[in-house]
């Protein structure tokens, strides 16, 4: 890792800053972790006994004491003042989907005129925003009006600094008062636990008593554009939603697939680079960067950690992204699909489970035949999936991602599982009972003799399915760019344990009736797989012939946001997330009711920017080139000179502004209520109605854009925004 990004960095770094100076390479094992009061900051800093008792918590899960919480707060509050920090934040995640943050200052008045940096234990561990602006779905209506705050142990609090000073932001988790999660963190905590219990159970009828804490695992790959920041402020779309609502593709878009692993240009470089600095410094252990399929699309990746700190540290990631490409004259887009017409982008959610003794529970070894415990755990989550297709649709569903899914640029909304060749043999194999042999690797040669032969990686690459096996992980593919990873990640958890669950349930009845350990496994994971084989995919889900095979097979095709959050609160789901004690079936119809409320806003916004470009700066394009037009005929004709072409032009604006206007006066008319009262209604009227007349009047704007003088069109083009680096 340091090797990597230092040497990149030599190189860089002496060429260009954000401030025109030359800035030092940056020094890895340094800075890691300096702004993040991590383990070795808390052992420096506490009694043996307090960290002792801290450690017990983070890495056992005990149940946190609140007796130390006075002397970790004290060492916190040195140690972010040394740092350079004046206040204090506890940072959290409500159903937004975003980050939220309230600031107070360590700072308080003493009775001598002067004033003392004050930070108590309850200060630490409890506090109470002002939550009234955050949504709750209706859980605050029945409940308390107020929320509060409760200090996250186990993901450690960071330093975020700005030129002119600095604070501390300590993870927490929100609640009403009333105990109902209104956030993203609560139930990823929760669905850990669920998941820690039935894998250490399953783990001990294959003779593991030594495992302690099972840990489920995330990395994720983040995909984002870097646009200059004026092309930005001249686009409202842009401002208001992240994407731009108009807008023809450039003539030469991404059939040139010179950008994917090119060079990355100096701009972008020192913007990467002081972006990744600053997550070293932020104890984010990022790994890999590089140019992705889309002129402008880049990619960033972290190395694995626990879901719960992968889940802070992603959201840390969006946010540190777009700081700091604006200090770099740049706007980080998050958005899934920026530019109609250009690959949009994605996360791809890498999720395992992991032994506190070190054992990947998903990494099938040399003999992945041989390896039962593997099977096991892996037919636990292709039975879990096959089960809760819907809620992983739910998990990766927003108006965004709608752009993407089944685009064949993303994985389709059908929610399938590549195994790759050789472990889909072996599931086949076991499915009909006659397990004998596995595929072997086998080994591929390059065709050329400067290259060695290189060992074909088992889990075969499949880019178009949204949940592969790639190893030792699953990778979840399907899952939005701008959005937080923590509900898919709850539910991967919380599906998974139930399917262990029920697995080893039978697996112990098999036991105790006297079978042995490898009859009744590879009984219960044949009955398992027979069950849900159906989500096992190797082929192209790209293609209409899978969604024809997928619609025999009755998997689920929930083609939009809407008709996926409908599913969340199926009896199903709500028996499933009570069962273990992740989702009360309050909390879980609340967050349907603020998920189906979001896509709502997010379209009218859409739409009302829409209207606002095409009336206010599209139609005055057109009207004024069209009257270019039409004076160059009249002199032309004045003065005898020919005007054939100018009228043919003349007469094909005239057509596609009426075109324009038609389609904007629907979407004006669909814009003027919100389709009913509830959010139900009004998410239904953005769908059927609204999306439609969208896009109608863009189809419209951009053959204008394309008929239109360029000098009058008022919108920075594609060829602006994504070509210029
Ligand atoms: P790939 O080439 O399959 O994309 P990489 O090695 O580049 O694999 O890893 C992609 C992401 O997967 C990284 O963020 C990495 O940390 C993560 N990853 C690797 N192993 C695990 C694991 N056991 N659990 C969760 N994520 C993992
Ligand atoms: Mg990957």
Do not use: I, K, Q, V
């Given at each position: 890792m340091s090797r990597h990004a230092s040497d990149l960095n030599v190189l860089a770094a002496t060429k260009f800053t954000a401030n025109g100076s030359k800035s030092s390479p940056m020094d890895i094992e340094n800075i890691f972790g300096e702004n993040a009061f991590g383990l070795d900051e808390m052992k420096n800093r506490l009694s043996t006994e307090t960290y002792a008792s801290l450690l017990a918590t983070i890495d056992k899960g005990e149940p946190i004491k609140s007796d130390i919480a006075e002397e970790v707060a004290t060492a916190m509050k040195e140690w972010a003042i040394e740092r350079g920090a004046t206040h204090f934040t506890h940072w959290f995640q409500p159903l937004t989907g975003n980050t939220a943050e309230k600031h107070d200052s360590f700072i308080t008045p003493n009775r001598g005129g002067g004033a003392v940096a004050k930070f108590s234990g309850k200060d630490l561990i409890q506090g109470e925003p002002d939550a009234s602006s955050f949504p709750s779905g209706g859980l605050r209506a029945t409940f308390e009006a107020r929320g509060y705050t409760v200090w996250d142990p186990t993901s450690p609090s960071f330093i975020i600094e700005n030129d002119n000073g600095a604070y501390l932001a300590i993870p927490t988790a929100f609640a009403s008062?009333?105990?109902?999660?209104?956030?993203?963190k609560t139930p990823v905590l929760r669905s850990m636990h669920a998941i820690d219990d039935q894998a250490r159970r399953a783990l001990k009828l294959f003779g593991h008593d030594d495992v302690h804490k099972v840990t489920s695992t995330v990395g994720v790959e983040q995909e984002y554009f870097l646009i200059d920041e004026e092309f930005y402020y001249r686009r409202p779309d842009l401002m208001t939603s992240g994407r731009t609502l108009v807008g023809t593709k450039p003539p030469r878009g991404q059939e040139l697939d010179d950008h994917y692993f090119g060079s990355i240009p100096d701009r972008v470089l020192s913007c990467m680079l002081e972006t990744e600095k600053e997550l070293y410094r932020l104890g984010i252990p990022v790994k890999t960067r590089h140019n992705e399929v889309a002129p402008s699309q880049y990619e960033i990746a972290p190395i694995f950690e626990n879901t719960n700190v992968a889940c802070d540290h992603q959201q840390l990631l969006m946010i540190t992204l777009q700081r700091i490409a604006r200090k770099y004259g740049m706007v980080c887009l998050l958005h899934e699909k920026p530019f109609a017409g250009v690959n949009g982008s994605g996360k791809h959610n890498n999720w395992s489970i992991g032994t506190d003794t070190g054992i990947n529970l998903l990494d099938p070894g040399d003999n992945p035949h041989d390896n039962l415990q593997f099977l096991y755990f892996c037919t636990a989550v292709i039975s879990a999936v096959y089960k809760h297709q819907d809620l992983l649709r739910v998990s990766i569903a927003s108006a965004a991602n709608d752009h993407r899914?089944?685009?064949?640029?993303a994985p389709p909304a059908i929610i399938s599982i590549f195994l790759g060749e050789q472990l889909e043999d072996v599931f086949d194999q076991i499915a009909s009972g006659s397990a004998t042999a596995s595929k072997q690797g086998g080994l591929m040669g390059l065709g050329t003799p400067v290259l060695p032969a290189l060992p074909r990686h088992a889990g075969d690459r499949n880019?178009?399915?949204?949940?592969?096996?790639?190893g030792n992980k699953f990778e979840f593919r399907a899952v939005g760019s701008s959005q937080s990873v923590s509900f898919a990640n709850t539910v991967l958890n919380t599906i998974v344990a139930e399917a262990l669950d029920g697995m080893s349930t039978k697996l112990e009845a098999a036991l105790t009736g006297g079978s042995s350990l490898e009859e009744a496994v590879a009984t219960v994971v044949r009955e398992t797989i027979n069950d849900s084989k159906a989500i096992i995919f190797g082929g192209d889900n790209y293609s209409d012939a899978w969604h024809q095979e997928a619609e025999r097979r009755g998997l689920l095709n929930l083609k939009t946001t809407v008709d996926a959050l409908e599913t969340l609160i199926s009896d199903k789901n709500i028996q499933l997330f009570e069962s273990y004690n992740v989702l009360s079936e309050a909390e879980l119809r609340s967050r349907e009711e603020v998920w189906v409320e979001q896509y709502f806003m997010r379209i009218n916004i859409e739409a009302e920017t829409t209207e606002s470009i095409a009336r206010t700066m599209v139609m005055p394009a057109a009207t004024r080139y069209l009257k270019d037009l039409v004076s160059t005929i009249e002199e032309g004709k004045d003065v005898g000179v020919s005007v054939k072409g100018v009228k043919e032009a003349a007469d094909h604006v005239a057509a596609y502004i009426d075109e324009l206007q038609d389609a904007l006066t629907k979407l004006i008319d669909n814009n003027k209520d919100l389709g009913g009262d509830s959010v139900h209604e009004k998410a239904h009227h953005m769908l059927k109605n609204v999306i439609p007349a969208m896009n109608d009047v863009r189809h419209a704007c951009d053959r204008l854009e394309r008929a239109t003088a360029a000098d009058l069109w008022p919108l920075p083009t594609y060829r602006d925004m994504l070509f210029v680096k």
């Open positions: 008062w009333s105990g109902e999660a209104l956030d993203a899914l089944g685009a064949n640029e880019r178009t399915s949204p949940f592969a096996f790639t």
